[in-house]
């Protein structure tokens, strides 16, 4: 079954699109109303549905459940839990989905950003290195990531996704949003920054979802709503338009409860609630592969790929963050120590740019220099008993300096600890979030996190951005996690949001992953 029987025509046109609104809501009334939809195989033991509202905030959604706004996800808080936990580096849709649907870090599970620089040549087919998930190459995630760990959706029995930019493991109609017709109508949306359009869509989405999961109760439903993200970047977090987007996560969540009560199986259902990032505001835009291009490096960039040189590749996410990548002839990655002698003068331009608040340097898989912007350096460092250090040389960039000079730090902190100490900082898990993108093949020689305020791309944005995330900031890192099962264990990050679910599944849990399960 396709996303809906004329959602190409619909999308075109806004009168057609309300057509479609009346249409799906006596759709909506025909099937609810007079009787409950049921499952025709034997229903699972839980219906686990994972609800993503992409680029909600903690402190905005929580606001919002407290003035009364949400009152679904309120009562959601009420009878379950709510926590604030950390996305990952970069905070940005589809490399930040990774935690959910694999239980890795982005760089571990293969996408590095949401455009990144194949130097290995090991994921792309065809001409050029170059990869973004923004447009058509977004099919191409489930492609280039890890085949060595499984998806949440292959864990699954009966797995059903929607609007969800890692898809593997679902096939046909279980994948909601996927057509030809739909991704059409997404990227019309996009390019006219088409406000009532997103809306549009996550309402139908939300109703849509609602009663596939009401008719095949499946096992895990996997499902993300884009209206929040996409208007706060059009519009700024706190306009009124994206609490509009809220409200309709919330009514996702009424929905589902009001049918799986009307269906008999409310006992089964189990929700949550959970953003892959936050938002700033951004006033100012580095174009920054110009800036290189501008120091006399011959550079590559989208959306001219093709062109340029092989000095430099700038892949910016989010568009706060960037991966630099240099020397592209080189197949092997080369480290900082060795890129020193000749990449020294570009790193001290770079950071006299405001726009830049951290320039990160891999010295190898497990150990980075941090350079802040009038800050100084440091050393972060993972031994091999997983603990990590932080020496202070030129300065302190992140703020750690007195708590490493602790003697209970002498011997490292663990993760955990290292979550501990810098969640109230303003570089929440810093240290870990530093080393796992640092330490990823396909990461740049240079990763950039900028400043508040700005942003790395100053061209070619069909909209121009009010608002950014990727960086390593809080504003950026920390986002919001419901449960209607109150956590028994410390949710700390989304990494944790995989195993979780595997609990809640009844699955065993598989080692090596990047979290820990909070049941
Ligand atoms: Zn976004």
């Given at each position: ?45 839980v ?6 509202a992409?680029g909600?905030r903690p ?11 949400l ?22 849709t ?15 599970a293969?996408i ?20 973004s998930?923004?447009?058509?190459e977004?099919?191409r ?5 890890s085949?060595?760990?499984?998806t949440?959706?292959?864990h ?21 949003g996927?057509?030809?017709s ?9 390019f006219?920054?088409?406000?009532p ?28 709503q884009?209206?929040?993200d ?5 519009l ?7 609490l509009?987007a ?9 929905r ?10 409310a ?9 892959d ?5 951004v ?5 920054l592969?110009?800036l ?12 001219w790929?093709?062109l340029?040189?092989g ?12 991966h ?6 080189a197949?092997?990655?080369p ?10 003068g ?22 980075c ?15 091999d ?10 300065g ?26 810098t969640?109230?900082?303003?570089y ?20 950039l996190?900028?400043?508040r ?5 100053a ?9 950014a ?12 996690l419901?449960l ?5 264990g ?8 995989f ?21």
């Amino acid at each position: 079954m396709g996303f809906l029987p004329d959602d190409g025509a619909a999308g075109a046109a806004g009168a057609a699109d309300d057509v479609l609104d009346v249409r799906l809501g006596a759709m909506a009334d025909e099937v609810y109303l007079e009787g409950c939809p049921r499952a025709t195989h034997s229903p699972p033991d839980v219906t686990l549905v994972i609800l993503v509202a992409d680029g909600a905030r903690p402190d905005a959604l929580f606001a919002a459940m407290d003035s009364g706004a949400l009152p679904a996800l309120a009562a959601l808080r009420a009878t379950g839990s709510a926590h604030t936990v950390t996305s990952v580096f970069p905070s940005v849709t589809g490399p930040a989905y990774t935690p959910f649907l694999l239980g890795l870090h982005p760089g571990r599970a293969g996408i590095p950003g949401i455009r990144w620089w194949d130097r290995a040549g090991t994921a792309r087919r065809g001409p050029g290195r170059a990869r973004s998930y923004v447009g058509w190459e977004a099919l191409r995630q489930d492609v280039d990531l890890s085949a060595e760990h499984r998806t949440l959706f292959e864990h699954g029995e009966r797995p059903l996704g929607a609007f969800t930019p890692i898809g593997r493991g679902l096939v046909g109609a279980q994948r909601i949003g996927a057509g030809l017709s739909f991704g059409l109508r997404m990227g019309w949306t996009h390019f006219r920054g088409d406000v009532p359009g997103w809306l549009r869509i996550d309402r139908e989405l939300s109703e849509r979802v609602a009663h596939r999961v009401a008719t095949e109760r499946p096992d895990i439903a996997f499902f993300a709503q884009p209206g929040i993200d996409k208007l706060s970047h059009q519009l700024g977090h706190g306009s009124p338009l994206v609490l509009d987007a809220m409200r309709i996560v919330d009514g996702t969540v009424a929905r589902l409860q009001e049918l799986a009560r009307r269906g008999g199986w409310a006992d089964e259902l189990r929700i949550m609630v959970v953003s892959d990032h936050g938002h700033s505001p951004v006033q100012s835009h580095e174009d920054l592969a110009g800036l290189l291009a501008q120091w006399g490096l011959r550079v590559r960039a989208h959306p001219w790929v093709f062109l340029g040189g092989g000095d430099a590749a700038v892949m910016v996410s989010g568009n706060a963050m960037a991966h630099v990548y240099l020397e592209l002839a080189a197949r092997e990655r080369p480290w900082w120590p060795a890129l020193a002698p000749r990449w020294t003068g570009l790193l001290e331009q770079l950071l006299t740019r405001p726009s830049v608040d951290l320039a990160l340097l891999p010295r190898d898989g497990a150990s980075c220099e941090v350079h802040a912007r009038q800050r100084g350096s440091a050393l972060v460092h993972r031994d091999d008993q997983g603990r990590y250090h932080y020496t202070p040389r030129t300065g302190d960039p992140l703020g750690l300096a007195a708590v490493f000079a602790a003697p209970t730090a002498a011997r490292g902190l663990s993760a955990d600890e290292v979550h501990a100490v810098t969640f109230d900082s303003d570089y929440p898990d810093s240290l870990v979030q530093i080393i796992a993108l640092a330490g990823a093949p396909r990461s740049g020689e240079i990763i950039l996190s900028a400043a508040r305020d700005w942003d790395f791309r100053a061209k070619y944005e069909p909209i121009p951005h009010r608002s950014a995330h990727g960086a390593l900031h809080r504003e950026h890192l920390l986002v919001p996690l419901l449960l209607s099962q109150a956590a028994t264990g410390v949710p700390r990050r989304t990494t944790d949001v995989f195993p979780s679910a595997l609990q809640l599944m009844r699955r065993r849990v598989p080692g090596g992953l990047d979290g820990t399960g909070f049941y």
